[in-house]
């Protein structure tokens, strides 16, 4: 089995979410390291950085991720929004460094009002940058799968091939598969779980997986729509899940919901996994 977790939530404290995920029987965890509304936020003070470690030790957390602000767009072709994106992308990954996370989680980006290969060269180029930059940064940063849509680049496996063969420090970049985002894009997660993953592996390799997003999807297959939905209640269905929390190569690989949070149904959700992992 997997490591299965939750996006806790990071109100009231960084810590809380640790505590959140620990409560229901978590082994994996992601949060925001700040207000991601927001350009400027607040930098975890080394206190803070402190007590968050010392929760995360006593705790049943095997590892924690970080989601990268929503604002982010590395692949911009607005110079002001570019620049901005590439600011908040480096000290996020400062906050993870001070925190001592796994990875952090980057949606690629949208190429609007430019073209594909271009939106990949500011992406790589972005990348390169904040890793030259910041030093201390020696974890990952894990390229999300897309659902395809317009001008998002990640909705094909070649998207994020293309990004990773020219990262320098090839050892920091890897893959967050989002098992909505896949499907929504074209992957027939549902009826060929083998064909996928070793196509996956033909294109990236997976042992780039460093985590996944466990989502089912609200809309139809190659939809192109991002919408996640609770685990066996969406179009992908519950038999994909049962192959992917009991595939031997991703047991020590988070395992994370973002299904909605309405009605309480993380804890069913969780349950749900745990059961199917037997």
Sequence with gaps: MGLLGIHGSISGGLYNAINEADALGCSALQIFTANQRMWTVKTPSEEDAAQF???????????????????????????????????????????????????????????????????????????????????????????????????????????????????????????????????????????DYKGVFGEFDRVIGVEKIGCFHVNDSKTEFESKADRHWHIGKGFIGVDFFEKLVNDKRFKNTPMILETPKEGGMDPVNIKLLKKLAG
């Design 53 to 191: 470690r010392a929760v995360w030790k006593k705790s049943g957390i095997k590892k924690i991720v970080s989601h990268n602000s929503y604002l982010v767009n590395l692949a911009s072709f607005n110079p002001e929004l570019l620049e901005k994106s590439r600011a908040a992308f480096i000290a996020e990954l400062e906050r993870v460094a001070a925190l001592g996370l796994d990875a952090l989680i980057l949606h690629p980006g949208s190429f609007t009002g430019g073209d594909f290969d271009g939106g990949v060269a500011h992406i790589t180029e972005s990348i390169n940058m904040a890793f030259s930059k910041v030093k201390g940064f020696s974890s990952k940063v894990l390229l999300e799968t897309t659902a395809g849509s317009g001008s998002s680049i990640g909705g094909k496996f070649q998207d994020l091939a293309l990004i990773i063969k020219n990262i320098k420090q090839v050892e920091k970049i890897g893959v967050c598969f989002d098992t909505a985002h896949v499907f929504e894009a074209g992957y027939d997660t549902k009826g």
